[in-house]
């Protein structure tokens, strides 16, 4: 099937707008994860879902940035007034319920550049 | 608050042998899973095997196996007869269970040459 696709792949911004990227998990998943990659750095947690909820936010750096799932599939990860250190790739990964929910599976990523 | 150190930057290894990334981790958990991931070029992220702390057998995936030693807290990946496609950056993670967050380190790139 369908794995996680995120969209757009690439983002280019001014410094001061407001972007949003999109994640679509793998259908069924009911966890899913936003992380930020830095160049040569490892993935850094930003925020995760259990359906609908975050049930862990705790990675989010500051309050210009917001996630959602308003229906439990689709998630949206909000930056406000962006600014030039929030350019990273931002990687999504999703997870299914029962034993193996903690296998991530992830999407290819949002390349955003804030200019 | 747990970390993964990922000691080495870059590793080049000569096809058809063998080469071990190197992993440690810091935990007060007891109970926890690890993980080594592999991201080539392409960028999107796949799992290469995983390994549950409770259990005392090292993890094996075809030609990749494990190093688990919980004492330690080192968690070590070996690929065997290594493959042109191997060539990526791989990654270690550390979740534990019922978390949403897996914490990671910060990679090591592995060249396979021909």
């Known amino acids: 099937g369908a794995g996680v696709s995120q969209t757009p792949s690439n983002k280019v911004t001014e410094k001061g707008k407001y972007v949003e990227l999109r994640c679509d998990p793998i259908?069924?998943?009911?966890?899913l994860y936003w992380y930020r990659q830095s160049l040569g750095q490892g993935p850094e947690f930003l925020i995760y879902?259990?359906?609908?909820?975050?049930?862990?936010d705790s990675g989010l750096p500051n309050d210009r940035f917001f996630a959602v799932r308003p229906e439990g599939s689709v998630s949206t990860l909000k930056i406000q007034r962006t600014e030039r250190g929030d350019s990273a790739v931002y990687l999504c990964?999703?997870?299914?319920?029962?034993?193996?929910?903690?296998?991530?599976?992830f999407g290819p990523g949002t390349r955003l550049t804030v200019l | 608050a747990q970390t993964v150190t990922q000691s080495q930057p870059e590793m080049s290894v000569q096809e058809a042998e063998t080469v071990t990334l190197s992993c440690t981790y810091d935990t007060s958990e007891n109970n926890y899973y690890l993980f080594w991931y592999k991201q080539p070029p392409s960028r999107q992220m796949i799992l290469v095997i995983r390994?549950?702390?409770?259990?005392?057998q090292n993890a094996t995936e075809n030609r990749f196996s494990v190093n688990f030693q919980k004492a330690a807290k080192s968690f070590s990946l070996k690929i065997s007869d290594s493959q042109l496609g191997d060539t990526a950056m791989y990654f270690c993670?550390?979740?534990?269970?019922?978390?949403?967050?897996?914490?990671f380190g910060d990679g090591t790139t592995l060249t396979v040459k021909p």
């Open positions: 259908s069924g998943h009911t966890a």
């Open positions: 879902f259990q359906g609908t909820g975050a049930a862990d």
């Open positions: 993670a550390f979740m534990t269970p019922n978390a949403g967050k897996s914490t």
């Open positions: 990964a999703s997870s299914p319920t029962g034993p193996y929910y903690n296998e991530q599976f």
């Open positions: 390994q549950e702390a409770y259990k005392q």
